[in-house]
């Protein structure tokens, strides 16, 4: 029998440590220079060591390959490349023993033109499986609608040349969307979902939520007919099922990604994509102000919903939720050299984006720890992984975990040529100066950092569920929040600047309260009514809990 879920409530995504990576490139156990969910369970004591509690794992399904798996030709197996689906049910039984969750992917706009829905659907226009998909004589509809893949695609419409019609695709142009008007596919949708549930996973990131339903005159995305189906999706996921997550991929601006929680009937977490960027942004302003900004723009969210926070994921750094003026200011600050641009965005990690500044790459960890939201690290960025700006697409952030100092960086024991992706090996970033093994050893190394900073995380559930309310001190460069639930009060402080500051902050209405510095356990002079003065070094934080006598 298959072990019991980690213990949590039905909310138990609030207050989880998510970690992303790619099987394909974590660890390959049988030497053909592809990861595989062997060699993935080899390594979850890693992982959970790290405090990692819910693990979302990257499309693992058979697939062509021309979007890393994101164009899916079968979505109810496994890759063959990455094992068996006993191989998958072994991993996941071996999460789920060390009390951590797994979510995987659900890509349901469109898929792969490998697929036997399309092959089929494009066989003939009287093939019953036709209408899963979308067509047109003309490639004229739907006018305005924004390209996504800018750097590749030049319209929205493809040819197909054996039925002369065109099919609708938002991404790649071999990823045809599918038609969500038709009930069947709303269906099979679901079937694929239930298929998964059934095997044991406990959620799934939704990719590509907003464009689901096309609609002349509009922009084609976060239509009420797309929210209709996904309602639909969570209505049956709840009849079903308890304790499983929805978290929705919704690039768009907080008050449209706000209808994706719904009246808690849609999804149970989604993305803040404009705060990450923002982040970035007041880093190298020195400037508090864009991040405050977005966070108090943010529309509450029903009680059971949460927002999904991140620093770096598999994908470019989205510059889709900026102002025009504020892209070229993050273009020209964090990728000046034009290839590491891509569509709309920087294919860079954190590290290299940091200028490998442990002080920066510490606060930004810092942030992304305590302001509202859960937490998604992506694999490697725990102990300053680079990457390859110089490998096609977005492959350059998807390099091969690094081990060990050893061969191929103890990701896998075939001949480099081989690997699925090529290690980062330059003098800096190489497998042989970064890497698992040698950071395990050292007391201070990012990785043992990371790991006691999502300790001090998890000491206290005002991170996770508490409120937030920004300080306004007349010192901009310093960003102060007080994070509250019920009694407890955690006051975080820090310094976006590259040199030292110094800040009064208003806590008249903590008078009284002792802070205590929560990573070394420091007791800071008691806060009265006069302003509380702190002088921070460069791009220093504080984390202090307020106790009251
Ligand atoms: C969003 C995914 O994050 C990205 O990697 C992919 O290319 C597109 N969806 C298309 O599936």
Known sequence: ?????????????????????????????????????????????????????????????????????????????????????????????????????????????????????????????????????????????????????????????????????????????????????????????????????????????????????????????????????????????????????????ANQWPEDVRHYFGDNDEFHMAFHFPLMPRMFMALRLEDRKPLVEIVERTPPIPDSCQWGIFLRNHDELTLEMVTEVERDYMYEEYARDPVARINVGIRRRLAPLLEGDRRRIELMNGLLMSLPGSPFMYYGDEIGMGDNIYLGDRNGVRTPMQWNGGWNGGFSSADPERLAQPVISNALYGYQAVNVESQRRADHSLLNWTRRLIQARKSSPVFSRGSISFLKPVNHRVLAYLRALDREQVLVVCNLASTAQAVQLDLSEQAGALPIEMFGKSVFPRIGTSPYVLTLGPYEFFWFKLRRL
């Not at 002349?216 to 009420?224: A, D, H, I, M």
Request: proline share 6%.
């Open 1 to 249: 029998m298959a072990p019991l879920p980690p213990p949590g409530g039905p909310d138990w995504y609030k207050d989880a440590i998510f970690y992303q990576l790619h099987v394909k490139t974590f660890c390959d156990s049988d030497g053909d220079g592809i990861g595989d969910f062997r060699g993935l369970t080899g390594k979850l004591d890693y992982i959970r060591d790290l405090g990692v509690t819910c693990l979302w794992l990257l499309p693992m399904y058979p697939s062509p390959f021309r979007d890393d798996g994101y164009d899916i030709a079968d979505y109810c197996s496994i890759h063959p490349g990455y094992g068996s689906m006993d191989d998958f049910r072994a991993f996941l039984d071996a999460a789920h023993v060390r009390g951590m969750r797994v979510i995987t992917e659900l890509v349901l706009n469109h898929t792969s033109d490998q697929h036997q829905w399309f092959k089929e659907a494009r066989s003939s226009r009287d093939h019953p499986r036709r209408d899963w998909y979308v067509w047109s004589d003309s490639d004229d509809r739907y006018p305005g609608v924004r390209i996504i893949f800018t750097d590749t695609e030049r319209s929205n419409w493809a040819w197909d040349p054996v039925t002369k019609q065109y099919y609708w695709h938002r991404f790649f142009s071999h990823q045809p969307d599918l038609n969500f008007e038709n009930p069947a596919v709303r269906e099979e949708i679901w079937n694929v979902m239930k298929f998964w549930l059934d095997v044991g996973v406990d959620g799934f990131r939704v990719d590509a939520v907003p464009y689901l339903i096309e609609r002349e005159g509009t922009s084609c995305e976060n239509l009420p007919e797309t929210h209709d189906v996904l309602k639909f999706l969570r209505r049956r996921l709840d009849e079903h099922y308890t304790s499983k997550v929805l978290l929705a991929e």
